[in-house]
């Protein structure tokens, strides 16, 4: 599952020498295969269960408009 602010995608060896082999948050093991998220707003590789906490955290966090004819713009 995809957002627009994670790019979800199998860890490679290329991103695990190029980059990183740890989740930034937990500092979890990253392996060649695993699912992990590249997390756009923060520039930084994720493992699910940090994605996973963060979207909620995010989800959360937000605000819903419900006054009518209201509009962000």
Same mark, same amino acid.
């Given at each position: 599952m995809g957002s627009a602010?994670?790019?979800?995608? +199998?860890?490679?060896? #290329?991103?695990?020498l190029?980059?990183?082999?740890?989740?930034? #948050?937990c500092?979890?093991?990253? +392996?060649?295969?695993?699912?992990i998220h590249y997390d756009r707003i923060e520039y930084r590789y994720l493992c699910k269960?940090? #994605?996973?906490?963060?979207?909620? #955290?995010m989800n959360e966090n937000s605000e819903n408009v419900e006054e009518e004819g209201a509009m962000l713009f």
């Open positions: 602010c994670f790019i979800t995608q +199998k860890a490679t060896r #290329e991103i695990l190029g980059v990183t082999n740890m989740c930034a #948050e500092y979890s093991e990253i +392996k060649i295969g695993d699912i269960i940090c #994605e996973e906490n963060i979207r909620i #955290e």
